[in-house]
């Protein structure tokens, strides 16, 4: 195993933006009256805000983890991830989050109740904690352990993860949803800049794109669209899996779309879920190439560990590393003093982003779509302190769980093949209940408990059974046309909802027409679809060149 040492400068940078942090926490925490603030930030956020806070969230460390060595290992296939995501914000800004701002809502799975009923609410929300806790703040406390680790050998994985999650959450239990969005704005900034040096300085270690091209030998590593045979991500997945897996991390899932509910009005949130589709597009060149770089300064080798082929990589010191090390390996191996350190404080910043914002989702969902069920006269004060107490509950989870995740092959794989077993039933509800009135609570309930038994299934085969099931995306996808079918079957009994109830949280063409007439006395740039037709046409050129 690789490991650096950090020079006095450079550690003194990241104490510096540790404190930083904290303090910022304590005082937004100052400021909070009630619920709303504490968990939406008193509605009243702007687009700039919004967007970076949206991507930090994101694009925390198990994603420069986890994205550079998809680059290094796949190929840039794994951008399709984030190409998608442009399509996915701009279809929640048009049909979904209108409705999510209109009805005034809590949190996303509120929206499944006043479709619905209760049980559907409480079923996404149950979905959602697991999820969150599982794939954001577990998988982000162990790839922020895997950096420290390289600094700090002498300690345990499970000891650095365990300082690390006590910081976040000291700042998060303190400050609320506020904190979380302000120090995303600022951690985004240094995301973009730190991640971008790298990738500069790899360029410049390396000689140039001709030596990467060169030690890969395989055009298809620079393609993003893979052939139908790729066994990582063939081109139909893409609008199959992929498209699933980002409808639901950006259009349902309340770790993402809580900062968009705390929009001060609709036009802000969409104009803020645009802008961090245009950030999205950079992921390409500041944390995909990266890994491809890798391949010439550190030559992949496959070795055999426990009767297995494993992909493995040649560090500076001559020793053998994980794929999920080549990121943080990097930043040692190429930064100089003082901007080491800026950049490790972009790392942790990226880090204490995803964590917060997973602390402070999985309280918003267990306080409002639980306890106040369960107390519907409790103050926004007794509530404000449940949020603290499960943020704290969480935190010790998942500091139990974060270690178990390096037995995966790739932190990717972990991070894609845990939401693609729980998503689907989810997605299914969602578009189901807001495109279309035929459908009702019958469905939705034989959706959730066939969804469920498909979803146990799956991981059974695949966990224990050790069943060679087809490409996890496709299989995914047809997961969700299974609930979908099942959805629209078992509505045709049970009774369906007044349609004056339904007109409320079901999209028609009506609400298309009427916006249409309201964006036409602002200017085109401030008017979202035209900026949504940009974003698409910039992506398309991307693609055509990749």
Same mark, same amino acid.
């Given at each position: 195993m690789e490991t650096f040492n950090i020079s006095n400068l450079d550690f003194g940078i990241?104490?510096?933006?540790?404190?930083?942090?904290?303090?910022?926490?304590?005082?937004?925490?100052?400021?909070?009256?009630?619920?709303?603030?504490?968990?939406?930030?008193?509605?009243?956020?702007?687009?700039?805000?919004? $967007?970076?806070?949206?991507?930090?969230?994101?694009?925390?460390?198990?994603?420069?983890?986890?994205?550079?060595?998809?680059?290094?290992?796949?190929?840039?296939?794994?951008?399709?991830?984030? /190409? %998608?995501?442009?399509?996915?914000?701009?279809?929640?800004?048009?049909?979904?989050?209108?409705?999510?701002?209109?009805?005034?809502?809590?949190?996303?799975?509120?929206?499944?109740?006043?479709?619905?009923?209760?049980?559907?609410?409480?079923?996404?929300?149950?979905?959602?904690?697991?999820?969150?806790?599982?794939?954001?703040?577990?998988?982000?406390?162990?790839?922020?352990?895997?950096?420290?680790?390289?600094?700090?050998p002498q300690f345990a994985l499970w000891q650095i993860i365990l300082v690390l999650a006590i910081i976040a959450g000291i700042y998060t239990i303190t400050g609320g949803l506020s904190s979380v969005m302000y120090t995303d704005a600022v951690q985004a900034v240094i995301l973009i800049l730190g991640s971008a040096l790298v990738s500069y300085m790899a360029y410049n270690a390396i000689g140039g794109w001709g030596a990467a091209v060169e030690e890969i030998a395989n055009p298809a590593h620079f393609n993003v669209m893979k052939p139908i045979d790729d066994e990582v991500m063939p081109w139909p997945s893409v609008f199959t899996g992929v498209l699933l897996l980002g409808f639901y991390f950006w259009g349902t899932n309340q770790y993402i779309t809580q900062r968009t509910l705390a929009s001060k009005n609709i036009r802000q949130g969409q104009w803020g879920a645009i802008f961090a589709g245009f950030l999205k597009l950079s992921i390409l060149f500041i944390m995909i190439f990266p890994g491809a770089f890798a391949r010439v300064l550190y030559p992949m080798k496959t070795v055999t560990e426990n009767g297995e082929e494993v992909v493995k990589a040649l560090g500076p010191s001559g020793s053998l590393m994980n794929i999920d090390q080549i990121f943080p390996t990097m930043l040692f191996d190429l930064l100089p003093t003082g901007i080491l350190g800026i950049v490790?404080?972009?790392?942790?910043? &990226? %880090? %204490?982003?995803?964590?917060?914002? $997973?602390?402070?989702?999985?309280?918003?969902?267990?306080?409002? +779509?639980?306890?106040?069920?369960?107390?519907?006269?409790?103050?926004?004060?007794?509530? %404000?302190?449940?949020?603290?107490?499960?943020?704290?509950?969480?935190?010790?989870?998942?500091?139990?769980?974060?270690?178990?995740?390096?037995?995966?092959?790739?932190?990717? +794989?972990?991070?894609?093949?845990?939401?693609?077993?729980?998503?689907?039933?989810?997605?299914?509800?969602?578009?189901?209940?807001?495109?279309?009135?035929?459908?009702?609570?019958?469905?939705?309930?034989?959706?959730?408990?066939?969804?469920?038994?498909?979803?146990?299934?799956?991981?059974?085969?695949?966990?224990?059974?050790? &069943?060679?099931?087809?490409?996890?995306?496709?299989?995914?996808?047809?997961?969700?046309?299974?609930?979908?079918?099942?959805?629209?079957?078992?509505?045709?009994?049970?009774?369906?909802?007044?349609?004056?109830?339904?007109?409320?949280?079901? /999209?028609?063409?009506?609400?298309?027409?009427?916006?249409?007439?309201?964006?036409? +006395?602002?200017p085109w740039y401030k008017n979202y679809r035209i900026q949504a037709l940009l974003l698409m046409a910039l992506t398309a050129v991307i693609l055509l060149v990749y």
């Open positions: 990241i104490i510096f933006y540790l404190i930083a942090i904290i303090l910022l926490g304590f005082y937004f925490g100052s400021k909070h009256e009630n619920a709303e603030d504490y968990f939406l930030a008193g509605r009243n956020l702007t687009w700039p805000i919004i $967007g970076f806070s949206l991507f930090a969230s994101n694009m925390s460390s198990n994603s420069l983890v986890g994205l550079a060595g998809a680059g290094y290992k796949d190929g840039f296939s794994v951008f399709s991830y984030e /190409w %998608m995501a442009v399509l996915v914000l701009i279809i929640f800004a048009v049909f979904f989050l209108p409705f999510y701002l209109r009805n005034k809502i809590f949190t996303i799975p509120e929206y499944l109740e006043r479709r619905y009923s209760y049980a559907v609410r409480a079923y996404a929300s149950a979905i959602a904690i697991i999820l969150n806790i599982l794939v954001d703040i577990a998988a982000t406390l162990y790839a922020g352990g895997l950096v420290i680790n390289l600094i700090f490790l404080a972009g790392m942790i910043a &990226a %880090m %204490m982003s995803s964590l917060d914002s $997973g602390l402070n989702s999985v309280s918003t969902l267990f306080t409002m +779509d639980f306890v106040k069920k369960l107390k519907p006269n409790a103050d926004s004060k007794s509530l %404000m302190k449940t949020g603290r107490i499960v943020t704290f509950v969480v935190m010790i989870i998942a500091i139990v769980w974060a270690p178990q995740i390096g037995t995966f092959d790739k932190l990717w +794989d972990y991070l894609q093949n845990t939401l693609a077993w729980f998503c689907p039933p989810i997605v299914a509800l969602f578009v189901m209940g807001l495109f279309t009135k035929r459908v009702n609570n019958t469905g939705a309930l034989a959706s959730i408990v066939v969804g469920t038994i498909i979803m146990i299934v799956i991981i059974y085969l695949q966990m224990v059974a050790g &069943a060679e099931l087809p490409n996890f995306l496709y299989v995914a996808f047809f997961h969700f046309l299974a609930c979908c079918l099942v959805i629209f079957g078992f509505s045709l009994m049970g009774t369906h909802k007044p349609d004056a109830e339904l007109a409320k949280v079901v /999209w028609s063409s009506t609400d298309f027409k009427n916006e249409t007439v309201s964006l036409k +006395d602002i």
